[in-house]
């Protein structure tokens, strides 16, 4: 039920691949209609957001902009902060992209402990200590906000597992802070 992406493989396993394409309201309705056969809902939709669940995301950049311009070697590497709903656990990524392959590294952390982030130093002893040690050493720091729902299905089967996401009702917001509560707007209007 998590992304094919966060699969361990092992040591030179393969990466999982991601393809993404903008579709207005009707197509994806038309697309989900029709693969809806093959795939079920995500085990973690909430009825309340008619199957859907919201996400708060918070990027992180160098002052200069390197993961955004894409230079360097920022160019095949996002470092984020994710957090699913009301959850108090925060999940610390890092996503390596080349082409459509993709691999991520995760820690989940109680998001009181994103305290630790603002530290000038990293803490060995912290689940979250490798992320911090990437952000000091790529002068990484918070620059945006995005929260949206997305409709998450799943299929395939047990050696090739596929996720169809669909996100909506997308907000962004400059970020200054490690904070990462979701808008109290997201999931009230119909989706």
Known sequence: TVSPALHDRGPGGSRAFEMKFLL?????????????????????????????????TLYCDTP???????????????????????????????????????????ASVPDGELIHLESAAAETAWPGSWFQAQLLSRRLQPVCRVHYLRHAFVGGSDDAPLRLTFDRQLHGELALDWQIQAPPEIGRAHV
């Open 24 to 56: 207005d309201e009707d197509l994806a309705q038309a697309v989900a209609r029709l693969l809806q056969p093959a795939f079920l809902p995500d085990p973690h939709a909430d009825p309340a957001l008619d199957g859907a669940y919201a996400i708060t």
């Open 64 to 106: 200069q902009r390197d993961v955004f311009l894409r230079q360097g070697t920022y160019k095949f590497r996002k470092f984020r902060v994710r957090r699913y709903g009301g959850e108090s656990i925060v999940y610390l990524e890092r996503k390596d992209k080349r082409g459509e392959r993709v691999r991520k590294r995760r």
